[in-house]
């Protein structure tokens, strides 16, 4: 067995996990990681090949809670009924009617919400003349401001909403240093039962929601509306939030100046899918073996745990030239694994671009990337998240 002990949550590989990526890229591709018990994937090619094949490599990798709580054990039915975690046949369905939901343009005029809510904080952040954490003050707060107008939520309840997102966040991450991380997010999980019950309760056809499209669905249940909302709360707001922080990280007195940025509609896609590859917000993702198998010549055990390296598939120099230049004239930047590959792919991943591509557009056009000084970056502890917990800058 090709055994390798890097720690992946090790203070070092946290803040910056690309020098170990490399060294496990180049040394041993597929080996298993006994720290993490399983197997670590960190090349392109194998990557996009188990992201691919969903009859071999499946999502059913739920979260294990040792405490019998009532509420910690609902929690885990209801992330268990997550799109992300779900191959059963209503799927695919589910998929296709919530991500056309998401993309329609009459559906809540999503461009438009999105461009208005970046040029509202983008204007507070160039107007800022005091250090700022520019995760929490933009990045977080437009994130959670797509997803209130997504969902219907009254402007009131855009803060607890926020709060929701970050107690769920130590669950997903699964840092093994938080002791209490199931009990405060199943407390939080209560708390959107309650709530999404009594929106959809009261949700109305004439003012375009996701709560009015949930309310609509009679064949769903209102834990499984519940389950389906908080979903969108965590992988909405943590996903895009870290790519937004990133853009920051990559952009500030970097090679592209804000006017092109805010001028030049073709260079704004390409360094939004450059950053997405740079900087993915997810440094890995996970599947399990259905049946024995191989990877890159490596034999896979039927149940064995496989956890892909997004972040280390995305610099591979067999697929990107230079992989550690952040390089937006690269040909095939858009070809990188951030939203996954296959039918798990991000149904997130339009709207994230979307919210990406307004918010550096509009800090470009105030010309914030350059006159950005950025003092200190903290990076949250997780194998799966690669987000900017904290992002502190100032703008000259």
């Known amino acids: 067995m090709l055994t390798h002990e890097t720690d992946l949550l090790a203070p070092a590989v946290v803040q910056d996990p690309y020098p170990a990526f490399a060294v496990l ?26 992201l691919r094949d969903a009859s071999s490599f499946s999502v059913r990798r739920l979260p294990v809670a040792r405490e019998t709580d009532p509420a910690v054990q609902r929690l885990i039915a209801a992330m268990g009924r997550w799109l992300s975690f779900r191959e059963d046949a209503a799927h695919k369905e589910l998929r296709r009617w919530l991500g056309s939901y998401v993309r329609h343009p009459e559906k809540g005029a999503i461009d438009a919400v999105v461009e208005n809510c970046a040029a509202e904080l983008a204007a507070e952040v160039a107007a800022s003349r005091t250090p700022i954490d520019f995760a929490a003050t933009f990045s977080s707060k437009l994130s959670n401001a797509v997803i209130c107008k997504v969902l219907g939520t009254p402007r009131e309840d855009w803060p607890m909403l926020a709060r929701w997102a970050q107690e769920l966040k130590p669950v997903v991450h699964s840092d093994p240093l938080d002791s209490e991380r199931f009990v405060r997010a199943a407390a939080t999980f209560g708390e959107i039962l309650s709530y999404t019950t009594e929106r959809t309760g009261h949700a109305s056809r004439e003012h375009e929601s996701l709560f009015a499209a949930l309310a609509a669905r009679k064949d769903l249940d209102n834990f499984e509306r519940a389950a389906m909302v908080t979903e969108w709360i965590f992988g909405g707001n943590e996903t895009t939030a870290s790519a937004l922080s990133s853009a920051m990280t990559c952009l500030v007195k970097g090679p592209v100046s804000d006017d092109d940025l805010a001028g030049n509609d073709d260079l704004l896609s390409r360094v939004c899918e450059e950053v997405l590859r740079f900087e993915p917000p997810l440094k890995s993702t996970a599947r399990v073996a259905v049946n024995s198998t191989a990877i890159g010549g490596v034999e896979i055990a039927e149940g064995d ?22 390089d937006p004239g690269r040909p095939n930047n858009a070809v990188n694994l951030t939203f996954g590959f296959g039918p798990h792919f991000c149904l997130g991943a339009h709207l994230a671009r979307l919210e990406l591509s307004h918010a550096v557009r509009q800090l470009a056009t105030r010309g914030v990337f350059h006159r950005t000084m950025i003092h200190r970056v903290h990076w949250i502890r997780s194998i799966v998240s690669r987000s900017a917990e904290h992002l502190e800058v100032s703008v000259n």
Not at 36 to 45: E, F, L, S, T
Not at 310 to 325: L, S, Y
């Open 25 to 50: 890229r180049e040394q041993q591709p597929v080996h298993w990681n006994s720290g993490w018990k399983g197997w670590v994937i960190a090349d392109y090619r194998s990557a996009k090949t188990v």
């Open 305 to 326: 745990r496989i956890l892909i390296l997004i972040g280390a598939a995305n610099r591979d120099p067999a697929m990107f030239e230079h992989p550690d230049i952040f």
